[in-house]
């Protein structure tokens, strides 16, 4: 019976031990190494490229289906490590071991004075579905109307739904706090897997396509979350 018991106290205090590691594991902060390994991992990887290759073919759908003209493309590539347990005013930074965001941001020259074939062509994209164009006629034509028929003192330069922006230099005046903006630099050095930063070409410039063009477009597309893991150990991808 002692023998038995023992055994029996054994095996309690082994689950407990079990419990306890595992309770530790899910309320602490993920390590770099454990963000790299992560990171590098073969369904992080597919889910990246899967992902690329999404917004990509949205950026192409733009040059394509419309008369702008692509002239720079940025990749931004994240993962980041999950934080400690919070007891109180968490924001969900403490549910995962990581997260892998993309923001891919696309440069389009095109001319001021074609402002309404463009607009219009973006939404005639849209209306036809399959190209990841969001935005149509039914829900954003008002917006070309005001353009062609010159409506109203203030001037419309974005469309946007979420993770998903079409912005523009104003074209009935200069105003320079509007403009759209050189994208930040690339860091020096890639931190792969964890950071990842892509100028097409690198040497392009916003200022030099809109010398070239006359204006530019800007079209900001965002995965939030591609690639996340909980810290139960439970994979999600986009």
Not at 41 to 54: G, I, P, Y
Not at 131 to 150: E, K, L, N, Q
Request: proline content about 6%; hydrophobic content about 35%.
């Amino acid at each position: 019976m002692t023998g038995t018991r023992k055994t029996l106290w054994g095996a309690v205090a082994t689950v407990a031990v079990l419990a306890v590691s595992a309770c530790s594991a899910q309320s602490r902060a993920t390590s770099p190494k454990e963000i790299r390994r992560l990171a590098g991992s073969a369904q992080a990887l597919q889910a990246r490229e899967k992902t690329e290759s999404r917004l990509r073919a949205v950026v192409r759908a733009y040059a394509d289906d419309t008369p702008l003209t692509l002239g720079l493309l940025v990749v931004r590539d994240i993962c980041l490590g999950g934080k400690g347990k919070q007891l109180f005013g968490s924001n969900g930074d403490d549910t995962y071991k990581i997260r892998c965001s993309m923001q891919i941001t696309a440069y389009y020259g095109a001319e001021p004075a074609r402002i309404v074939p463009v607009l219009d062509a973006v939404l005639t994209a849209g209306d036809r579905g399959g190209s990841g164009i969001p935005f149509t006629h039914d829900a954003d034509g008002t917006v070309v109307d005001r353009y062609r028929d010159h409506v109203g003192d203030l001037e419309d330069t974005e469309l946007s739904v979420p993770w998903h922006t079409l912005s523009w230099d104003p074209v009935r005046g200069h105003q320079p706090r509007r403009m759209v903006q050189q994208p930040d630099p690339c860091p020096t050095d890639d931190d792969l897997p964890v950071i990842r930063c892509l100028r097409e070409p690198e040497d392009q410039t916003v200022a030099a396509i809109r010398k070239r063009y006359g204006m530019v477009f800007e079209l900001d597309l965002t995965e939030p979350e591609y690639y996340k893991v909980s810290k139960k150990g439970q994979v999600y991808t986009n």
